[in-house]
Each structure stands twice: as structure tokens, then as C-alpha cells.
């Protein structure tokens, strides 16, 4: 009979440590690994074809999901409104967007925003140090965006769904949008202008960082003190504050659809903390022939910003000099 050769290590006789550790690595083996991740710490870095990713992830501290987002309940209210001013038109409006709303456009927005930019005269976009926020239009045909917009339409009196746009808008820390107008000094393919805009909360965190109002003052000796929940009654010019739901609405023509100079408005920087806003700008037909010539709106030359920071700096030297507050500012109510 031929012996069997003795097993040195039978499967059923291995010790808990040949158990645990079944497989040996050569030393060839594991130069291959040590190479291989050498060479894949080199190359990561270089890998970013879409540089932008990690700033839309620093934009916000609110988190986000690669998942397919969950749907609120479409819920059908309508927000208070009181009106703040008549002439220009401003009304604050209490709870415009649901909890649930605001916590879906949020997560909606984040991986569409991008650095904000401002329109030159001749249309083109460029990056400005007045516009600091980073913004991102919203799809119509998305069923919470279309659902708020029909509620912006009823409270319009039911202007068209199809002539609305909405922008979500972030500021980081220090971020702001100077003094500006809504409105543009040429309609839009000539026939066309911003009629109104809602600016609505969605989430802050920030101190003194509303939206103010720089031609329209304050009359402090006739203001009710219930109106302090919703606009900065220590503030010299008309101010909201920023609390998430409400919004403020306002238009930015005149009943002949031409551009108002005193719906100038600002985001003012956002100040130890965070504010992401919601725009929503509605169009109508206007007649470009009753506007003035984009020399009389912005003269010497400059852009609209540059234009809108310019009646800030004459309002301030008028109130030096001694005006009274009266003729281009409005008293809110």
C-alpha cells in the first residue's frame, strides 16, 4: 500500500489565525499596491473637470442628496399680504412658501446654483463685486415651482404662469447685492419688462441682511409697532427682516409699463450667518416707445449698477444738504 502523504494543514484542523488570515501577500504583490497608490494619490488631484462642484457643495450648509427628490404635499392657502406702501406698491406677505416647499427648493436649487452675474447695458453678463451671491434659475416644469408659481398668479390677480421666472439666490457670510432695480432699462426683446417681483425666504441665519429700500424712508412717529415682526423698525430706510415663508412683494413699473426709479433695493451683506432667497419676476407687455433713451436712464456711459449705486450717492448728499423728507421718498405706511 502507498502512504498518503500527511496533511501539514487540514481545512478542518486549521488553526483561528490560518482561519482569519487564508490568504499570504508576497512582497511582490505588495510593491504592486504601494505603486498603485502612489500613482492614484498623484492623479486624483488633477481629476476635476467640474472645479465648481465643491464650491456649489460650500455655498450652503444645508446638505443635499444625489437622490431623487420626494415630492411635498401641494397644498392649496393663500399668504396674508399687508401693504407696507401704496405708492410705489410694496406689500409684505406672511407665509408664501410651506415649510415643506422651502425644504424642497432648497435641495432642488443646490447643485444648480452658480456664481451671480449682472446684465451691462447691451445685455451681455459679466461677474461684478456689487452682485457677491450665487444664484439658480428654477424649471417651470417642475410641480412644486409651477404649483407656487400658480399661487404668485392668483395673488396677481392671475397674470399668466408662462410670463414668471424663479430664481433661488444664496449669500455666504459678507455676500450681498447692492442697490439695483429689477426692471431693465430696455424691455426684453423690445417689448417685454418686469412688471413685479416677490422676494421670498426661504432660509437665514444672518443679522441686519434684509432687503432694503434706500429711497424709501421710514416714518417712525406713525409706524405701528405690529409691523415690527416683519420689517427693521430701527432702521432709517424701509427694511424687511428675513423670515422664512414670508416675502415681500413689489412692482417696478408705473401704470404706463415704464421702469420706476424709486423701487431701488438692495440685498444688504449677510453678516455673521447665511441667506438664501427665493425671486420671482413676472413680465409683461410694455410699449418701448413711452421708455426713455438708455442715455437719460444711465447717463456718461455707465452700466445699470453702476447707475443704481450712483442715485444711492445722490440721496445721501440730498439728505446731507438739508432735505426735507419729502419728493423722491416715500414714507412707508
Known sequence: MFAMAKQKYPPNHQTKKQKRWPFRMDKY????????????AMLVPLYHPLDHIQRLIDLTPLGGSDRQLKLPKLETFSPKAR??????????????????????????AKPL?????VA????????????????AFLPKTNAVVNHILERASEFQGYLPVA????????????QQYTAHYDWFPQPNNKIRNRFSTFFAILDADCTNCGTEFPQIRLDTQTLDVRWCKSINCTADYF???NVPGHAVFWRNLD????????????????LNGTKIGLNIWTEIPVNPEWYPPVEELFPQGETKEQADKAAVDDLKKWEQGGGE???????VL
Open 255 to 270: 401704470p404706463w409699463g415704464r421702469p420706476r426709479q424709486d423701487v431701488l433695493h438692495a440685498g444688504l451683506p449677510a
Open 239 to 241: 427694511t424687511s427682516l
Open 83 to 108: 401693504f407696507m406702501s401704496y405708492d410705489p406698491l410694496i406689500a409684505h406677505l406672511e407665509d408664501l412658501i410651506s415649510y415643506d416647499e422651502r425644504q424642497y427648493l432648497l435641495k432642488l
Open 113 to 117: 446654483l452658480r456664481k451671480s452675474q
Open 163 to 174: 410670463q414668471m421666472d424663479m430664481q433661488v439666490t444664496a449669500y455666504q457670510p459678507g
Open 120 to 135: 451691462l447695458n447691451n445685455g451681455t453678463k459679466v461677474d461684478s463685486p456689487g452682485r457677491t451671491s450665487s444664484t
Open 29 to 40: 504583490m505588495h510593491l504592486q499596491l504601494v505603486l498603485f497608490a502612489a500613482i492614484l
Open 325 to 331: 423728507n419729502q419728493g423722491s421718498q416715500q414714507q
